[in-house]
């Protein structure tokens, strides 16, 4: 079983501030690593993986995320958000040795950015 | 990528009926998801719809309350039986493509059900 936590519901941050998005994982499998950003009832949007190979990954819009095995966590980075940046933020993991493709989300973070 | 579609987009239901709920995908696809997000809430997923095959479920959501259909590969349905308030959510649709060890999945915009 798979399970994903993100340690803040809310984040709010000043516009061209840094920000951290917490996302902590257990799971008794390797797992597959993604975050996925939903805007105002907008769908889902990957905003970046992290499958194998360096455990820095960049995405989409400037977001970087860095996977730490020994700490089972997948924190979602930027140096400096915008106003447009205000979404929710999902975790997510899925099975890698299984071949269990469903996603296992965490609750999820809400970003608020204000100038 | 894929471009998924679903109808309705949002919908008002009354208690004790049913809706169905549509998704169109632009490519053919092997898996297909769907998942239940309940207001304030992540997304759980419901079931899993390879076409020809029936779906499979997860922990507590029924066959007899979410019947899948899975005709072919571009296109699944997910009814909504015997409603109550209590399936007031956000239902999302979701495709993985079939390259590679693992693809990205692509999700639907959603269908927004508000059941009185």
């Known amino acids: 079983a798979q399970s994903v936590t993100q340690l803040d519901s809310q984040v709010p941050v000043f516009e061209e501030a840094p920000v951290e998005l917490r996302c902590n994982y257990s799971?008794?499998?390797?797992?597959?690593l993604f975050w996925y950003v939903q805007y105002p009832n907008q769908g889902l949007q990957l905003l970046l993986k992290y499958l194998s190979g360096s455990t820095l990954v960049k995405g989409i819009n400037g977001f970087e995320a860095e996977f730490n095995k020994s700490q089972t966590s997948f924190h979602l980075r930027k140096p400096s958000v915008h106003i447009s940046d205000t979404a929710e933020y999902f975790c997510a993991v899925s099975d890698r040795v299984t071949g269990r493709r469903a996603l296992t989300f965490g609750s999820g973070t809400r970003l608020q950015v204000q100038p | 990528s894929a471009v998924i579609s679903q109808k309705p987009s949002r919908d008002i239901c009354q208690r004790g009926t049913s809706l169905t709920i549509q998704c169109q995908v632009d490519?053919?696809?092997?898996?297909m998801f769907w998942y239940r997000q309940q207001p304030g809430q992540s997304l759980t997923l419901i079931a899993t719809?390879?076409?020809?095959?029936?779906?499979?479920?997860e922990s507590g959501f029924v066959i007899d309350k979410f019947p899948i259909s899975r005709p072919n590969l571009t296109f699944s349905t997910l009814t909504v039986s015997n409603m109550s308030p209590e399936d007031s959510s956000i239902y999302l649709c979701?495709?993985?493509?079939?390259?590679?060890?693992?693809?990205?999945?692509?999700f639907g915009p959603g269908t927004r059900l508000t059941v009185l």
């Open positions: 979701s495709v993985e493509g079939d390259r590679g060890p693992y693809n990205e999945q692509f």
């Open positions: 719809a390879n076409q020809g095959s029936e779906a499979t479920y």
């Open positions: 799971s008794s499998v390797s797992v597959y």
């Open positions: 490519s053919q696809v092997t898996m």
